[in-house]
């Protein structure tokens, strides 16, 4: 059974930094690309960061660029967020989520999400 | 970046009640890239439907999707109290690579 469960979110003030953690199960993780999707609190979902099996291939949503930073590490089938330079406009529940294959890429696996918030 | 437009913003039916909901894009979309999740208060969204008419695993028969180019169309056939949630359109392709409707909410009548 695919499992993603993600953890490390919490209360963070304006400017400050906090990284999320995605650790997956249930499948070849290095084959798959890996998401991370966020909701503000009674709105809609927005793409955030992806980054291919190997690694070498990222990309990031223009709302964190500069400020985000994805990375996985394959030997523990986890994948990482590092969030930098927080806002408020920053506060979601952040979901990972894993990428189907290249015939249809949606998002066929979802997390729970872990809470960020942003806040003094 | 292709805006995707979903309408209407909220419907009210009954259950055993057919639905129809809309996601319109700005600019032309590729089919096999085109998908519609559905989410329930406090979960995670979940697959519903990929490559704009294919079910995902465990999907009943009552929820279909069609469309291409710019207008794309979730269908239920007929309502049961569960299909009752909040759906989303996303698409791939452009800058940022994925993006979302802004979501409909599907609430009884």
């Known amino acids: 059974e695919v499992q993603v469960l993600e953890s490390g979110g919490g209360l963070v003030q304006p400017g400050g930094s906090l990284r999320l953690s995605c650790a997956a199960s249930g499948f070849s993780f290095n084959n798959y690309i890996m998401s991370w999707v966020r909701q503000a609190p009674g709105k809609g979902l927005e793409w955030v960061s992806g980054i291919s099996g190997s690694g070498e291939t990222i990309a990031y949503a223009d709302s964190v660029k500069g400020r985000f930073t994805i990375s996985r590490d394959n030997s523990k089938n986890t994948v990482y967020l590092q969030l930098s330079s927080l806002r408020s406009d920053d506060t979601a529940l952040y979901y990972c989520?894993?990428?189907?294959?290249?015939?249809?890429?949606?998002?066929?696996?979802w997390g729970q999400g872990t809470l960020v918030t942003v806040s003094s | 970046e292709i805006v995707l437009t979903q309408s209407p913003g909220t419907l009210s039916l009954s259950p055993g009640e057919r639905a129809t909901l809309s996601c319109r894009a700005s600019q032309s979309t590729t089919s096999s890239y085109f998908a519609w999740y559905q989410q329930k208060p406090g979960q995670a969204p979940r697959l519903l439907i990929y490559g704009t008419s294919n079910r995902a695993t465990g999907i009943p028969d009552r929820f279909s999707g069609s469309g291409s180019g710019t207008d794309f169309t979730l269908t239920i056939s007929s309502l049961e109290p569960e299909d009752f949630a909040v759906y989303y359109c996303q698409q791939y392709g452009g800058s940022p690579l994925y993006t979302f409707g802004q979501g409909t909410k599907l609430e009884i009548k």
């Open positions: 989520a894993r990428r189907s294959d290249e015939s249809s890429r949606c998002f066929d696996n």
